[in-house]
């Protein structure tokens, strides 16, 4: 995550048989650093304008825990040979068949996209191998309804002296009718809160198979 970038528009998708489904390739796909949740929010918008039958299949899953403390292993901004970085929170779209899961992550050395088995022992690891309060949660919501619900002004991304920590994307700020910024219920990891529904890493292996 060292640098923004803003793709255009085109064609090359990357397309995967087992779905019928397309996405575009990474060099094309609308990115801006450290505003992981931004891009994830613009491939949903992908989905929704380009393949709304498939948009029931898609997923945007925000990872985090109270300490707001999560281990993320093969990410591209880690200087580490196994690419560990510690974030307060990151977030991937995942598109659910009916034989496998796909995470689509911009930030990682993994492919683009990856089979979830693959991410899960990659890039998240089991919490057997980590201090409890480093375990990561899951908040999983439909991509039509994140789409729906999600509001950021960007205002976390600013310092104590309101200078950008990361410069933001160039396009004006997601907005909805209700709000201007939720993003904290996005991250927060109680569950039975907010939007979608929050999993402990045991219970999202279960459910994206």
């Known amino acids: 995550m060292e640098s923004q970038v803003k793709a255009e528009e085109s064609e090359n998708v990357s397309s995967n048989p087992e779905t019928d489904f397309n996405i575009p390739v990474i060099q094309d796909c609308v990115y801006t650093s450290c505003y992981c949740e931004e891009n ?5 918008e992908h989905v929704q304008l380009n393949f709304p039958e498939h948009q029931k299949n898609c997923f945007c899953v925000f990872i985090s825990n109270p300490e707001k ?4 292993w093969c990410q591209k901004s880690s200087s580490e040979e196994d690419g560990l ?3 307060d929170y990151h977030v991937i779209f995942v598109y659910k068949s009916k034989d496998k899961s796909l995470v689509y992550d911009l930030d990682t050395r993994l492919p683009f996209p990856c ?5 899960l022992s990659k890039a998240i690891r089991s919490d057997l191998l980590i201090k409890p309060e480093f375990h990561r949660f899951f908040r999983v919501i439909p991509s039509e309804e994140f789409i729906r619900r999600f509001a950021s002004d960007r205002s976390h991304m600013l310092n104590e002296e309101g200078k950008w ?5 160039n396009y004006p700020c997601i907005q909805t009718k209700e709000s201007t910024n939720n993003i904290q219920d996005f991250i927060n ?8 529904t929050v999993m402990d ?9």
């Open 69 to 72: 403390k999560i281990p993320l």
């Open 40 to 44: 994830v929010w613009k491939l949903c």
């Open 115 to 119: 089979d979830i088995q693959e991410y």
């Open 165 to 169: 920590i990361k410069e933001p994307p």
């Open 85 to 87: 970085v510690i974030w």
């Open 189 to 196: 990891m109680c569950p039975g809160t907010g939007h979608g």
């Open 201 to 209: 890493f045991s219970d999202f292996k279960k459910n994206f198979h």
